[in-house]
């Protein structure tokens, strides 16, 4: 049996309708050209054209308007996080200004989750962290690490920490091949992240995000020589 395409016309089309796009040869507030016009430039058919659209309608990029037309989102000014994925994939530049976000916010999760953590959520940090040491390979390694810092999220008592770290995570998943330097040595990761939880399971706040705050600058370091 013949393997199937990886892409299909629509993934291309989708791709290239999306780089044009951020690339400002669709200014945001501007209308696309009419579709037999638009299908017509880049060689598909109309059906291959709305299935495109319906895609970047839901990535957050178009909207569409019932007989007025297709219109570029001003998503700078109106789109939300989960448009950063597709944003790393076109340009990797923001992964800078994502770790910028991630040292602020990592900090103040670790501060809360000093003073908030509960005798159960402190016990499961440490087995946790275990899984650290224990995990075999950058990739495994990488993920066990993100395990702890979901949990400090929810030690914090507020959910919108554990959706902010899930944000982060996934804002740099595309390129998250490139950024298993902190975590190819898995004593290593687990001496870094140790700081962060013996500071939360002794309550002390002062320290947990002075501990969190240097994780996450080291850690940072260490990607951004890889993705470089």
Same mark, same amino acid.
């Given at each position: ?28 507030? @501007? ?58 994939? =076109? ?23 000093? @003073? ?9 940090? =440490? ?21 702890? =810092? ?26 998250? @091949? ?51």
């Amino acid at each position: 049996m013949e393997a199937l395409p990886r892409e299909t016309i629509v993934d291309v089309l989708e791709d290239r309708l999306r780089t044009d796009i951020l690339e400002g040869r669709h200014p945001a507030g @501007s209308y696309l050209p009419p579709e037999r016009q638009l299908a017509d430039g880049y060689g598909v058919t109309r059906t291959t054209l709305k299935h495109a659209f319906g895609r970047l309608v839901q990535a957050g990029l178009l909207e569409t308007r019932h007989g007025v037309g297709t219109r570029v989102r001003d998503y700078a000014r109106l789109g939300g996080a989960d448009l950063l994925p597709m944003l790393v994939r =076109h340009d990797a530049k923001w992964v800078h200004e994502i770790f910028e976000v991630r040292r602020g916010v990592g900090a103040l999760i670790a501060e809360r989750a000093a @003073s908030r953590a509960t005798r159960k959520q402190r016990a499961e940090l =440490h087995v946790l962290l275990e899984a650290v040491r224990e995990a075999d390979g950058a990739d495994a390694v990488q993920l066990a690490d993100v395990e702890v =810092h979901r949990a400090l999220a929810r030690a914090t008592g507020n959910r919108v920490y554990v959706l902010l770290t899930n944000t982060l995570f996934n804002a740099y998943l595309p390129v998250r @091949s490139l950024l298993k330097g902190p975590f190819t040595d898995p004593a290593a990761a687990h001496e870094r992240l140790a700081r962060v939880v013996a500071a939360v399971t002794a309550q002390d706040a002062r320290r947990a995000h002075a501990a969190a705050d240097a994780y996450l600058r080291d850690t940072e370091r260490i990607m951004l020589e890889g993705l470089a």
